[in-house]
Structures are given as structure tokens and as C-alpha cells.
């Protein structure tokens, strides 16, 4: 497989992010992506709001983000604040995290992560979504940090990237250690 040029990934807290779990995220990622960038806060973007539910519409999050995401540059963007989009049976369903796939831009939610492990949680539903923006979707495997939740909230179940998942993002400059 080809190597690419890996993108740079930009940590976008929204405001009402505890600055310690944006920190977890940036240093963890650090770890595993050579090219990672810390970004100041900005607020939640009021088109996005859904005030009949008291969520933001992460569809409407993705296109604000991506629209200030510079070229060759991925976003991912964190907040605590509950976040929802449509499917097939609902018009308006909570989520923990949305992301283009592929694309440049994710966002991920701690609202419905358990708050006894939220750190773990929480960097594995970004992981999670950064995969999609790099084009990878949901694997079959139960362990994989790319299996489908189907609405529920499996982090704990996630191990690592299956052999398979981890070989198509070292493609896209991942470095993980073997
Ligand atoms: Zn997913
Ligand atoms: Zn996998």
C-alpha cells in the first residue's frame, strides 16, 4: 500500500469542555499520529442548537467545522454537551460521536459516556471517529475501536484496531506500535 502524506490533526474543544479531558485527548492522540495541533476553544455554534431536545445537531456541527478546517488538516472537535442526528427510525437521536467518512471533520460528545471511566471513553470515541475521516467504516470485529455501538455506548468492549483497521491507518501515516 501506497504511504500518503499524513494530515495534521487539529483538537478543537468546544467552550464547555473540562480542559483536562481535551489535554488526555491531544497527548494520547500525540502518541499514535505524528502531527497533532492544540487548538484554543471556541463556542458552540448556535445553528447548531436544538432547543426541542436541548442538543446540537452534529450534522449541522461537521458542516460548521468543516468550513473553517484548513486544507490538509482534519479536525476533531470534543464537548460535553449532548449530540444527535437522524436515522432510520428517529428524527432526532442522541449519539456520543459523528464524523465524516471520509472527510475533515468529527466531533465527539461526553454526555453519554460513563463518568467513572470518561477519559478512556472518550479518547476511544474519538479514535473512533477520526477513523471514519480517513475513510475507515465499521469493522465486524467486537474489540475493534472501529465496531459499530449501534446506539449504545460499547468503548469498554473495544480493546485496539483489529490487525486490519490499524494496517489501512498506518497507510495514512498512524504509527503504532507492534
Ligand atoms: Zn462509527
Ligand atoms: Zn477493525
Redesign the pocket.
Known amino acids: 500500500m501506497q504511504k500518503s502524506v499524513a494530515v495534521i490533526i487539529d483538537v478543537q474543544p468546544f467552550s464547555d469542555m473540562p480542559t483536562e479531558q481535551t489535554t488526555y485527548v491531544f497527548t494520547e492522540l500525540k502518541k499514535i499520529y505524528p502531527s497533532v495541533e492544540l487548538k484554543t476553544a471556541i463556542p458552540l455554534p448556535e445553528e447548531a442548537y436544538y432547543p426541542a431536545r436541548n442538543r446540537y445537531r452534529a450534522d449541522s456541527l461537521l458542516n460548521f467545522l468543516s468550513a473553517q478546517t484548513k486544507s490538509n488538516h482534519v479536525v476533531i472537535a470534543l464537548t460535553s454537551k449532548d449530540i444527535s442526528c437522524t436515522n432510520e427510525t428517529y428524527a432526532d437521536w442522541g449519539i456520543i460521536g459523528y464524523g465524516f467518512c471520509p472527510g475533515n471533520a468529527c466531533v465527539v460528545s461526553t454526555f453519554r459516556l460513563d463518568k467513572n471511566n470518561v477519559f478512556e471513553q472518550l479518547f476511544k470515541a474519538s479514535i473512533h471517529e477520526l477513523g471514519h475521516t480517513q475513510g475507515l467504516d465499521h ?1 465486524p ?1 467486537k474489540t ?1 475501536f ?1 465496531r459499530d455501538a449501534e446506539g449504545k455506548n460499547t468503548t469498554n468492549e473495544e480493546k485496539d ?2 490487525p ?2 490499524k494496517a489501512f491507518l498506518t497507510s495514512k501515516g498512524w504509527l503504532f506500535k507492534k
Open positions: 469493522c470485529d475493534c472501529m484496531f483489529c486490519k483497521c
